[in-house]
């Protein structure tokens, strides 16, 4: 049978790059090295129908989009510090006769909410999570690397028909971060709800809101100090397998649509789509080739700021990403390329083509 405990680990280093379309041409080395530690508390203490987990990150390294000067990123590694930190460390109990679940801890939002699974290979980061949800807060939502405390309720099966919530501190922080895990909820609590369907398509859409307001990019008080706005906003995605036959390559799609206030960060929404296919060789099992599309919207606030600072914005930051990767064992290699239009939001600035190699080094 299955063990009372488990845990598994891997190790990703990634060589990425601006080889076209920058001042400056440069490469970053930048690692992340995942370990986690899953229980069966029923088997192990007799508490019915609890498990827990635990995972630790340490990234190093350097600072790709430093070079590359992007608003939504190139690597979904890259960290503003290195360090190491506790990433999740939640128990979920399965209530009505597991037919739901709570969840609390430090806890990752992007591990339940705006998640597509076709997407996962993809390096750039907003295949992740929506740049108009990851950009804000008063330090960035609940997501890698930093997490905070959560609560998270559910009906149904991930699988099958499901609804979520889950309420999380708005301040991000855990150990191993600078100030460590709030417990004060000064700045108040994201909320966010998700229901999903799936079948041979799954589909979901979610929204999300900050109990706090948060300084507004443009509007001002009478005394000069930012007006606080609320930060919200409402996404969709839709994923599934679109040709599946025996011994041939299988293809699954994926596309993401998601909006926001545009009040406090600079994106208004964004959308991402794409492509997945696995076992592109026959004799290559583990072969996989992805590409993604993806745009992050930026805000009409944005760009009136950046008009009187002389900066023509865009109407949105793009890419296009390929990459492909294989298993050799215990390491799978994988090449990437991205072509960015719009780098920054700038109208004026030439598209960037960004070149890497990632190594992921499994060792569960």
Known sequence: GEPVW???????????????GTPSRAGRFLDNLDIALDGDLDRQFGWRGARVHVS???????QPNAVAQTLEGVDNIEVGSPGVRLYEAWVEQALVGGRGSVLAGLYDVNSEFYVTA??????????GIGSELAATGPNGPAIFPSTSLAIRFRLG??????????????QAGTIGDDGGVDT???QGVLYLAEAGWSG???????GWRYSEGQDDIRDVLAGGDPALSHAQGAYAVVEGTVFEAEKQPTVRAFMRL????????????????????DSVFAARPASTLSLGFHEGVLSDKARANAKEAGVRLARAEGGIELTYADTFGPVTLQPNLQWIYNPGGDADRAPLLTAGVRVILALH
């Open 157 to 170: 099966d991930p699988e099958g028909r499901y609804a979520q919530v889950a309420a999380v501190n708005a």
């Open 118 to 127: 076709a997407s996962d290979q993809l390096i750039a980061p907003p295949f």
């Open 56 to 62: 630790l990150l340490a990234n190093g390294g350097g």
């Open 6 to 20: 488990t845990w598994g680990s891997a190790y990703t280093a990634d060589v990425i790059g601006v080889v076209d």
């Open 200 to 206: 041979p398509i799954r589909v979901a859409v979610g």
């Open 258 to 277: 998601g909006v926001s206030d545009g009040d406090t960060t600079l994106f208004a929404g964004g959308w991402q789509a794409g492509l997945r296919v």
């Open 184 to 186: 004060t909820l000064d």
